[in-house]
Protein backbone atom coordinates (compact mmCIF):
# COMPACT_ATOMS: atom_id res chain seq x y z
CA UNK A 1 0.00 0.00 0.00
CA UNK A 2 2.81 2.44 1.13
CA UNK A 3 4.47 1.54 -2.84
CA UNK A 4 1.38 2.30 -4.19
CA UNK A 5 1.06 5.97 -2.61
CA UNK A 6 4.94 6.65 -3.04
CA UNK A 7 3.70 5.44 -6.94
CA UNK A 8 0.80 8.29 -6.66
CA UNK A 9 2.70 10.99 -5.18
CA UNK A 10 5.84 10.51 -7.55
CA UNK A 11 3.34 10.78 -10.57
CA UNK A 12 2.11 13.96 -9.19
CA UNK A 13 5.32 15.46 -8.94
CA UNK A 14 6.22 14.15 -12.37
CA UNK A 15 3.20 16.19 -13.87
CA UNK A 16 4.02 19.66 -11.88
CA UNK A 17 7.33 19.50 -13.46
CA UNK A 18 6.10 18.44 -16.69
CA UNK A 19 3.35 21.00 -16.65
CA UNK A 20 5.85 23.69 -14.98
CA UNK A 21 8.32 23.34 -17.83
CA UNK A 22 5.87 23.14 -20.50
CA UNK A 23 4.32 26.57 -19.17
CA UNK A 24 7.34 28.57 -18.26
CA UNK A 25 9.50 27.80 -21.82
CA UNK A 26 5.88 28.60 -23.32
CA UNK A 27 6.01 32.16 -22.23
CA UNK A 28 10.13 32.23 -22.74
CA UNK A 29 9.06 30.98 -26.11
CA UNK A 30 6.41 33.43 -26.89
CA UNK A 31 7.98 36.49 -25.75
CA UNK A 32 11.53 35.50 -27.59
CA UNK A 33 9.36 35.13 -30.98
CA UNK A 34 7.26 38.86 -30.56
CA UNK A 35 11.66 39.76 -29.75
CA UNK A 36 12.57 38.16 -32.88
CA UNK A 37 9.86 39.64 -34.83
CA UNK A 38 9.31 43.61 -33.60
CA UNK A 39 12.78 43.65 -33.17
CA UNK A 40 11.49 45.47 -29.27
CA UNK A 41 10.23 43.86 -26.17
CA UNK A 42 8.79 45.85 -23.32
CA UNK A 43 10.28 46.12 -19.90
CA UNK A 44 7.26 43.74 -18.60
CA UNK A 45 7.61 40.97 -21.44
CA UNK A 46 11.14 41.49 -20.32
CA UNK A 47 10.63 40.55 -16.78
CA UNK A 48 8.32 37.82 -17.71
CA UNK A 49 10.64 35.91 -20.03
CA UNK A 50 13.83 36.16 -17.15
CA UNK A 51 11.01 35.09 -14.49
CA UNK A 52 10.37 31.56 -16.89
CA UNK A 53 13.89 30.88 -17.54
CA UNK A 54 14.50 31.26 -13.69
CA UNK A 55 11.34 29.20 -12.80
CA UNK A 56 12.66 26.50 -15.24
CA UNK A 57 15.79 26.07 -13.11
CA UNK A 58 13.96 26.19 -9.79
CA UNK A 59 11.46 23.07 -11.01
CA UNK A 60 14.78 21.22 -11.85
CA UNK A 61 16.39 22.15 -8.74
CA UNK A 62 13.47 20.67 -6.93
CA UNK A 63 13.17 17.73 -8.99
CA UNK A 64 16.11 16.38 -8.95
CA UNK A 65 16.68 17.44 -5.21
CA UNK A 66 13.49 15.32 -4.58
CA UNK A 67 14.25 12.14 -6.48
CA UNK A 68 17.68 12.47 -4.47
CA UNK A 69 16.01 12.90 -0.45
CA UNK A 70 14.19 10.04 -1.77
CA UNK A 71 16.14 7.46 -3.53
CA UNK A 72 19.71 8.28 -2.30
CA UNK A 73 19.12 10.55 0.96
CA UNK A 74 22.73 10.25 1.97
CA UNK A 75 24.07 11.13 -0.73
CA UNK A 76 22.51 14.81 -0.15
CA UNK A 77 24.86 15.61 2.71
CA UNK A 78 28.46 14.39 0.64
CA UNK A 79 30.45 17.53 0.92
CA UNK A 80 30.87 18.59 -2.90
CA UNK A 81 27.26 17.79 -3.34
CA UNK A 82 25.75 19.76 -0.19
CA UNK A 83 27.67 23.16 -1.55
CA UNK A 84 26.65 22.51 -4.77
CA UNK A 85 23.18 21.80 -3.78
CA UNK A 86 22.88 24.73 -1.59
CA UNK A 87 24.51 27.30 -4.30
CA UNK A 88 22.34 26.31 -6.96
CA UNK A 89 19.20 26.38 -4.55
CA UNK A 90 20.06 29.95 -3.88
CA UNK A 91 20.83 31.78 -7.18
CA UNK A 92 17.41 29.44 -8.64
CA UNK A 93 15.14 30.94 -5.66
CA UNK A 94 16.61 34.23 -5.54
CA UNK A 95 16.37 34.83 -9.39
CA UNK A 96 12.73 33.54 -9.21
CA UNK A 97 11.94 35.68 -6.37
CA UNK A 98 13.44 39.34 -7.32
CA UNK A 99 12.05 39.16 -11.01
CA UNK A 100 8.72 38.29 -9.67
CA UNK A 101 8.62 41.17 -6.94
CA UNK A 102 10.37 43.43 -9.98
CA UNK A 103 7.49 42.44 -11.87
CA UNK A 104 5.46 43.63 -8.76
CA UNK A 105 6.94 46.84 -8.60
CA UNK A 106 6.41 47.18 -12.05
CA UNK A 107 2.81 46.55 -12.38
CA UNK A 108 2.37 48.75 -9.08
CA UNK A 109 3.98 52.17 -10.30
CA UNK A 110 2.02 51.27 -13.92
CA UNK A 111 -1.34 51.16 -12.44
CA UNK A 112 -1.41 52.92 -9.03
CA UNK A 113 -2.14 56.36 -9.17
CA UNK A 114 -1.25 58.55 -5.87
CA UNK A 115 -0.33 62.22 -6.13
CA UNK A 116 2.77 61.76 -4.09
CA UNK A 117 5.96 63.53 -5.70
CA UNK A 118 8.20 60.53 -4.68
CA UNK A 119 5.63 58.35 -6.39
CA UNK A 120 4.96 60.29 -9.35
CA UNK A 121 9.08 60.52 -9.56
CA UNK A 122 9.32 56.54 -9.54
CA UNK A 123 6.28 56.37 -11.49
CA UNK A 124 7.94 58.56 -14.69
CA UNK A 125 11.55 56.61 -13.98
CA UNK A 126 9.94 53.17 -13.71
CA UNK A 127 12.11 50.99 -15.92
CA UNK A 128 15.18 52.54 -13.95
CA UNK A 129 13.78 51.67 -10.75
CA UNK A 130 13.76 48.16 -11.90
CA UNK A 131 17.37 48.49 -12.65
CA UNK A 132 18.18 49.49 -9.37
CA UNK A 133 16.17 47.42 -7.69
CA UNK A 134 17.64 44.29 -9.80
CA UNK A 135 21.07 45.58 -9.16
CA UNK A 136 20.41 45.52 -4.91
CA UNK A 137 19.19 42.12 -5.56
CA UNK A 138 22.71 40.94 -7.14
CA UNK A 139 24.33 42.70 -4.08
CA UNK A 140 22.31 40.58 -1.97
CA UNK A 141 22.85 37.97 -3.69
CA UNK A 142 26.24 37.85 -3.26
CA UNK A 143 26.30 38.82 0.53
CA UNK A 144 23.49 35.20 0.91
CA UNK A 145 26.83 33.41 -1.32
CA UNK A 146 29.26 34.74 1.02
CA UNK A 147 27.25 34.01 4.19
CA UNK A 148 26.21 30.45 3.06
CA UNK A 149 29.45 29.64 1.94
CA UNK A 150 30.66 30.13 5.56
CA UNK A 151 28.19 27.96 6.96
CA UNK A 152 28.99 25.18 4.94
CA UNK A 153 32.69 25.54 5.78
CA UNK A 154 31.69 25.26 9.38
CA UNK A 155 29.25 22.35 8.96
CA UNK A 156 32.57 20.63 6.43
CA UNK A 157 34.83 20.99 9.21
CA UNK A 158 32.50 19.65 12.35
CA UNK A 159 31.54 16.84 9.70
CA UNK A 160 35.12 15.67 9.23
CA UNK A 161 35.85 15.68 12.69
CA UNK A 162 33.14 13.30 13.65
CA UNK A 163 33.06 10.40 12.34
CA UNK A 164 29.69 9.49 13.73
CA UNK A 165 28.00 12.02 12.01
CA UNK A 166 23.84 10.66 11.33
CA UNK A 167 22.12 11.78 8.38
CA UNK A 168 19.91 13.25 11.30
CA UNK A 169 22.76 14.74 12.42
CA UNK A 170 23.59 16.59 8.88
CA UNK A 171 20.14 17.53 8.54
CA UNK A 172 20.36 20.37 10.84
CA UNK A 173 22.21 22.20 8.14
CA UNK A 174 19.25 22.03 6.72
CA UNK A 175 17.06 23.74 8.74
CA UNK A 176 19.84 26.11 10.14
CA UNK A 177 20.51 26.92 6.10
CA UNK A 178 16.55 27.67 5.76
CA UNK A 179 17.26 30.61 8.92
CA UNK A 180 19.52 32.28 7.31
CA UNK A 181 17.58 32.54 3.44
CA UNK A 182 14.75 33.69 5.39
CA UNK A 183 16.55 36.77 6.00
CA UNK A 184 17.09 37.12 2.99
CA UNK A 185 13.72 36.00 1.13
CA UNK A 186 11.88 38.34 3.51
CA UNK A 187 12.92 41.43 1.59
CA UNK A 188 11.63 40.69 -1.80
CA UNK A 189 8.63 39.41 0.03
CA UNK A 190 8.13 42.76 1.91
CA UNK A 191 8.73 44.64 -1.13
CA UNK A 192 5.67 42.72 -3.16
CA UNK A 193 3.27 42.67 0.01
CA UNK A 194 3.79 46.31 0.12
CA UNK A 195 3.05 46.92 -3.52
CA UNK A 196 0.15 44.47 -2.88
CA UNK A 197 -1.33 46.53 0.17
CA UNK A 198 -0.59 50.08 -1.82
CA UNK A 199 -2.18 48.99 -4.70
CA UNK A 200 -5.65 48.16 -3.15
CA UNK A 201 -5.22 51.45 -1.02
CA UNK A 202 -5.08 52.91 -4.90
CA UNK A 203 -8.12 51.33 -5.71
CA UNK A 204 -10.33 52.06 -2.62
CA UNK A 205 -9.28 55.70 -3.64
CA UNK A 206 -10.43 55.62 -7.52
CA UNK A 207 -13.53 53.73 -6.50
CA UNK A 208 -14.40 55.96 -3.73
CA UNK A 209 -13.57 58.92 -6.99
CA UNK A 210 -15.75 56.71 -9.18
CA UNK A 211 -18.67 57.06 -6.90
CA UNK A 212 -18.72 60.63 -5.91
CA UNK A 213 -18.89 61.29 -9.61
CA UNK A 214 -21.69 58.78 -9.97
CA UNK A 215 -20.04 57.21 -13.14
CA UNK A 216 -20.88 53.53 -11.55
CA UNK A 217 -19.07 51.70 -15.13
CA UNK A 218 -16.07 49.65 -14.02
CA UNK A 219 -13.46 52.00 -16.60
CA UNK A 220 -10.04 50.94 -17.40
CA UNK A 221 -8.54 52.10 -14.21
CA UNK A 222 -10.35 49.76 -12.55
CA UNK A 223 -9.61 47.19 -14.38
CA UNK A 224 -6.13 47.67 -14.41
CA UNK A 225 -6.12 47.78 -10.71
CA UNK A 226 -8.04 44.03 -10.07
CA UNK A 227 -5.56 42.64 -12.46
CA UNK A 228 -2.51 44.19 -11.04
CA UNK A 229 -3.94 42.95 -8.28
CA UNK A 230 -4.75 39.18 -9.15
CA UNK A 231 -1.07 39.31 -10.69
CA UNK A 232 0.65 40.10 -7.31
CA UNK A 233 -2.07 38.23 -4.50
CA UNK A 234 -1.50 34.58 -7.11
CA UNK A 235 2.56 35.21 -6.47
CA UNK A 236 2.31 36.21 -2.56
CA UNK A 237 -0.65 33.01 -2.11
CA UNK A 238 1.57 30.54 -4.55
CA UNK A 239 5.02 31.31 -2.37
CA UNK A 240 3.60 31.45 1.31
CA UNK A 241 3.01 27.65 -0.01
CA UNK A 242 6.28 27.30 -1.17
CA UNK A 243 7.99 28.51 2.16
CA UNK A 244 5.66 26.55 4.56
CA UNK A 245 6.64 23.26 2.19
CA UNK A 246 10.29 24.40 3.05
CA UNK A 247 9.43 24.85 6.64
CA UNK A 248 6.88 21.09 7.17
CA UNK A 249 10.41 19.72 5.88
CA UNK A 250 12.51 21.58 8.26
CA UNK A 251 10.61 20.50 11.06
CA UNK A 252 10.56 16.75 9.60
CA UNK A 253 14.70 17.10 9.90
CA UNK A 254 14.31 13.55 11.55
CA UNK A 255 11.79 11.98 9.03
CA UNK A 256 14.07 12.28 6.27
CA UNK A 257 13.99 8.49 5.72
CA UNK A 258 10.52 9.02 5.64
CA UNK A 259 10.24 9.08 1.58
CA UNK A 260 6.45 10.11 1.90
CA UNK A 261 6.81 13.16 3.85
CA UNK A 262 9.71 14.48 1.93
CA UNK A 263 7.91 13.80 -1.63
CA UNK A 264 4.59 15.62 -0.55
CA UNK A 265 6.80 18.48 0.56
CA UNK A 266 8.56 18.42 -2.58
CA UNK A 267 5.02 18.57 -4.69
CA UNK A 268 3.72 21.58 -2.47
CA UNK A 269 7.36 23.57 -3.24
CA UNK A 270 7.04 22.53 -7.10
CA UNK A 271 3.54 24.06 -7.16
CA UNK A 272 4.54 27.70 -6.45
CA UNK A 273 7.07 27.39 -10.00
CA UNK A 274 4.84 25.26 -12.15
CA UNK A 275 0.97 26.70 -11.33
CA UNK A 276 2.35 30.13 -11.52
CA UNK A 277 3.02 29.82 -14.98
CA UNK A 278 -0.20 28.70 -15.51
CA UNK A 279 -1.65 32.08 -13.68
CA UNK A 280 0.87 34.31 -15.62
CA UNK A 281 -0.79 32.95 -19.05
CA UNK A 282 -4.54 33.24 -18.03
CA UNK A 283 -3.47 36.74 -16.88
CA UNK A 284 -1.72 38.29 -19.64
CA UNK A 285 -4.08 39.20 -22.94
CA UNK A 286 -1.26 38.47 -25.28
CA UNK A 287 0.02 35.36 -23.51
CA UNK A 288 -3.64 34.17 -23.40
CA UNK A 289 -4.27 34.77 -27.07
CA UNK A 290 -1.30 32.79 -27.91
CA UNK A 291 -2.18 29.63 -25.80
CA UNK A 292 -5.89 29.54 -27.38
CA UNK A 293 -4.31 29.36 -30.78
CA UNK A 294 -1.93 26.78 -30.03
CA UNK A 295 -4.36 24.75 -28.76
CA UNK A 296 -6.96 25.38 -31.66
CA UNK A 297 -3.78 24.60 -34.11
CA UNK A 298 -3.45 21.35 -31.79
CA UNK A 299 -7.43 20.38 -31.63
CA UNK A 300 -7.36 20.74 -35.68
CA UNK A 301 -4.47 18.57 -36.64
CA UNK A 302 -5.78 16.19 -34.12
CA UNK A 303 -8.98 15.68 -35.91
CA UNK A 304 -7.08 15.85 -39.48
CA UNK A 305 -5.08 12.81 -38.04
CA UNK A 306 -8.46 10.73 -36.90
CA UNK A 307 -9.22 8.82 -39.91
CA UNK A 308 -13.30 8.78 -40.66
CA UNK A 309 -15.15 5.45 -40.38
CA UNK A 310 -18.24 5.02 -42.30
CA UNK A 311 -20.38 2.47 -41.90
CA UNK A 312 -21.47 -0.27 -44.22
CA UNK A 313 -25.01 -0.10 -44.03
CA UNK A 314 -27.37 2.85 -44.22
Given at each position: ?22 G ?50 A ?26 T ?41 L ?78 T ?20 F ?11 L ?59
Amino acid sequence: MASVVLTVFAVILSVEFIIGNAGNGFIALVNCLDWVKGRKISAADQLLTALAISRIGLLWYIFFSGLLSVFYPALLFTENLTRLRYMTWIVTNHFSMWLATSLSIFYFLKIANFSNSTFLFLKWRVENVILVTLFMSFVLLILNIATANIYIDVWIEVHRGNLSYTLSHSAHLFGKFLCIETMFVMIPFSLSLAAFLLLIFSLWRHLTKVQLNATGSRDTSTTAHVRGLQTVITFLALYTIFFLALLLQTWHIYLLEKRLSILICQILEMFYPSGHSCFMILGNNKLRQASLSVLRWLSANSEMQIPSFHLPFR
